[in-house]
């Protein structure tokens, strides 16, 4: 299970989230720089226990939105992935590390696979060894999710994450509080918790298996 950390950052999540999210296609906030707040999510584990992996919730005051980000950290760059780097940082334990948009990480995408099949648990956020009981997947489908190579594609909707052959996989960036209900046609999914800007505890959709048109 994730061992975390209790150190210092620098930059922050949170400071380098806020140059980063308006230059997503999905970011629904004006001109304003964001007002951001860690609202919530959870980890996967990496196998080799080399690739930190974390869906990151943030809150912006300026919307306000919730947006859900999900980031790896490595100990080296990803090879071909420049595009998707964030930022660099130092940790006060690990030293430095890089950080990734997840969502172009293969370690990532593999473990997301894993849990979306059910062959691994989520991991608390914040705790070591710990399960997060208010993350819940589904899957129906009988392909293998995210097998092959992946392409990534950013509308203002989300992010949609497709391979030669199987289902979709997209991710909700924007959440919205709602019932635990994926869309009646989706495949699978995954759903969590997190604080809105006022304070309430809510769930929504974080993502969802569809099938390819």
């Given at each position: ?37 860690k ?27 919730a ?12 090879p ?28 990532l ?9 059910g062959?691994?648990?989520?991991q ?23 097998a ?10 989300g ?5 030669p ?12 509080a ?15 918790a997190?604080?809105d ?17």
């Open positions: 299970m994730s061992i975390i950390h209790r150190t210092w950052l620098k930059p922050t999540k949170l400071e380098f989230l806020t140059p980063w999210l308006p230059t997503r296609a999905w970011y629904q906030g004006g001109t304003a720089t964001p007002q951001l707040a609202a919530g999510g959870f980890r996967l584990d990496d196998p080799e226990g080399e690739v930190g992996i974390e869906f990151f919730v943030a809150t912006d005051a300026e919307g306000p939105h947006y859900l980000v999900p980031l790896t950290y490595r100990s080296a760059p990803l071909g992935a420049d595009h998707a780097l964030i930022t660099t940082l130092e940790h006060g334990v690990l030293g430095q590390r890089w950080v990734y948009d997840g969502v172009h990480d293969p370690v995408t593999g473990a997301l696979a894993a849990f979306f099949e062959r691994i648990p989520a608390a956020q914040s705790t070591s060894d710990a399960l997060d009981e208010e993350v819940t997947h589904a899957y129906a489908g009988g392909a293998p999710l995210l092959g190579e992946v392409t990534v594609t950013e509308t203002a909707e992010t949609t994450l497709t391979t052959d199987g289902p979709a996989v997209r991710f909700d960036r924007l959440l919205t709602v019932a635990d209900t994926p869309p009646a046609d989706a495949l699978g999914h995954v759903t969590g997190w604080t800007v006022e304070g309430n505890r809510v769930r929504g959709v974080f993502a969802v298996v569809e099938a390819r048109a």
